[in-house]
């Protein structure tokens, strides 16, 4: 089975700090991207990567970066985060036909 | 592009009773269609999906669905729930060879006893 974690579950930052979310693979997938999901609004996706050092912005990139320096991991990172980036932030990878989900990370900016 | 609508927030249902969950999409050509369903604290599950051939898909957990393509729609069902069918479902769309899915916001399905 494809296995997708995530470094947290839960995590509570201060306003400006900088966040890490990290999310690995098992399956050699070449693809693998970030939404974060709010109520009401179901999945949005911030980053897409389909290679090691290759990245596409996705509909809502602003206040994100990412890094992709090994194939089974893809970072999201917010430079300084902010209350309206309080979220459930959800990682994954994807075949041709197929997205596998991490479990998500409850993000609370404070 | 495509976008997706699931029209009913939070439907409620006895345990043993059918359930249907709509899903209206918008897309010009032969979309691919996905359900996934969530279950609390979980992150999210593949149900069934639809690329091409046969209308009516069946998925894990006892779910089918059926796309319709003069109606724009792609519903989940099931014919007699259970109550650990209690989750959040997504219904999604995806064109080919592209990496983007568009998802709904989510239908809230609560069984009852």
């Known amino acids: 089975d494809v296995k997708v974690t995530q470094s947290s579950r839960y995590l509570v930052k201060r306003t400006g700090e900088k966040v890490f979310l990290e999310c690995v693979q098992d399956?050699?997938?070449?693809?693998m991207f970030w939404y974060r999901q709010d109520p009401g609004l179901g999945l949005r996706l911030i980053y897409f990567?389909?290679?090691?050092?290759?990245?596409e912005k996705g509909d809502i990139p602003e206040g994100y970066s990412v890094s992709r320096e090994k194939k089974e991991r893809f970072s999201l990172i917010l430079e300084s985060a902010s209350t309206n980036q309080t979220s459930m932030y959800l990682c994954?990878?994807?075949?041709?036909?197929?997205?596998?989900f991490g479990p998500g990370t409850r993000l609370t900016v404070l | 592009a495509q976008s997706v609508t699931q029209p009913d927030i939070h439907i409620t249902v006895s345990e043993g009773a059918s359930l249907e969950l709509r899903c209206n999409y918008s897309?010009?050509?032969?979309?691919?269609l996905f359900w996934y369903v969530q279950s609390p604290g979980q992150g999210l599950q593949l149900l069934l999906k639809?690329?091409?051939?046969?209308?009516l898909v069946q998925g894990i957990k006892g779910f089918e669905a059926e796309f319709k393509r003069s109606q724009s729609s792609f519903n989940l069902r099931k014919p007699s729930v259970h109550w650990s069918d209690a989750a959040e479902y997504f219904c999604?769309?995806?064109?080919?060879?592209?990496?983007?899915?568009?998802f709904g916001a989510g239908t809230t399905v609560t069984v009852r006893a």
């Open positions: 999604a769309v995806g064109v080919s060879n592209d990496y983007k899915l568009s």
């Open positions: 994954g990878s994807k075949t041709y036909n197929e997205q596998f």
């Open positions: 990567s389909y290679d090691v050092k290759m990245k």
């Open positions: 639809y690329f091409s051939g046969d209308t």
């Open positions: 399956m050699d997938h070449e693809n």
């Open positions: 897309y010009g050509a032969t979309p691919y």
